[in-house]
């Protein structure tokens, strides 16, 4: 009883910030768990999964970020060649992992407003006044940031890479994915037949605040 006191006590004294990091910490210790298990399941078989089946899951939750092949935006990094340069483990740590390792070319930047409302994403463009901001939220459509408004800014540890992808695919679904984006992607010369005109209309206008 005295020590469940004292323990009680304890946590009274904690600020909030101190019991949300705490929390977090415990937290942490099954995801990562799993995440390891998914890992070691995932790479018994450098072969398991369809590319056929995958490509349905790349275009429903990468492909409004990564290119691969005809499919796909120039939002995050190029997967065309990933199967050259990288193995099966290597891809899904990627995704289990997003943050673990973020390119120079995809770092994101956070911007702390005059506001308190809080962006985060890559930088298309900046000029003396305004910054361009691709977020996660809406990649397709950037966001502009005064200058005037911000209060504070630098680089994000977090990627633009949603962490918990992997929660949303079935066992299947993941193997199917790996095994998608390791195989030969899909034949540009083939979309493009009858896009041509599409893309001619599809020049995106900038802001006049960052032109």
Same mark, same amino acid.
């Given at each position: 009883?005295?020590?469940?006191?004292?323990?009680?006590?304890?946590?009274?004294?904690?600020?909030?910030?101190?019991?949300?990091?705490?929390?977090?910490?415990?937290?942490?210790?099954?995801?990562?768990?799993?995440?390891?298990?998914?890992?070691?399941?995932?790479?018994?078989?450098?072969?398991?999964?369809?590319?056929?089946?995958?490509?349905?899951?790349?275009?429903?939750?990468?492909?409004?970020?990564?290119?691969?092949?005809?499919?796909?935006?120039?939002?995050?990094?190029?997967?065309?060649?990933?199967? %050259?340069?990288?193995?099966?483990? =290597?891809? &899904?740590?990627?995704? *289990?992992? !997003?943050?673990?390792?973020?390119?120079? $070319?995809? /770092?994101?930047?956070?911007?702390?407003?005059?506001?308190?409302?809080?962006?985060?994403?890559?930088?298309?463009?900046?000029?003396?006044?305004?910054?361009?901001?691709?977020?996660?939220?809406?990649?397709?459509?950037?966001?502009?940031?005064?200058?005037?408004?911000?209060?504070?800014?630098?680089?994000?540890?977090?990627?633009?890479?949603?962490?918990?992808?992997?929660?949303?695919? %079935?066992?299947?679904?993941?193997? =199917?994915? &790996?095994?998608?984006? *390791?195989? !030969?992607?899909?034949?540009?010369?083939? $979309?493009? /037949?009858?896009?041509?005109?599409?893309?001619?209309?599809?020049?995106?206008?900038?802001?006049?605040?960052?032109?």
């Amino acid at each position: 009883m005295i020590r469940t006191t004292k323990t009680l006590f304890a946590a009274m004294l904690m600020s909030s910030a101190a019991i949300a990091a705490l929390a977090a910490q415990q937290q942490a210790a099954p995801n990562e768990q799993a995440k390891e298990e998914i890992l070691a399941f995932q790479t018994k078989d450098e072969k398991s999964g369809t590319p056929a089946n995958g490509r349905k899951t790349f275009e429903d939750r990468c492909a409004v970020c990564h290119r691969f092949g005809a499919i796909g935006k120039d939002v995050g990094p190029d997967l065309t060649t990933i199967a %050259s340069r990288f193995k099966r483990r =290597d891809v &899904l740590e990627s995704i *289990l992992w !997003p943050s673990k390792v973020i390119s120079d $070319q995809y /770092q994101p930047e956070v911007f702390e407003l005059s506001d308190g409302k809080v962006v985060s994403g890559l930088i298309v463009r900046e000029n003396a006044t305004a910054v361009l901001v691709r977020t996660p939220e809406n990649p397709d459509k950037p966001t502009v940031v005064t200058k005037a408004q911000i209060a504070n800014r630098g680089p994000s540890t977090v990627s633009m890479m949603p962490e918990a992808l992997y929660e949303k695919l %079935s066992p299947a679904e993941l193997s =199917d994915l &790996l095994a998608f984006v *390791l195989a !030969p992607p899909p034949d540009k010369e083939a $979309q493009a /037949q009858g896009s041509g005109l599409r893309a001619q209309g599809s020049r995106k206008v900038l802001p006049p605040e960052v032109r």
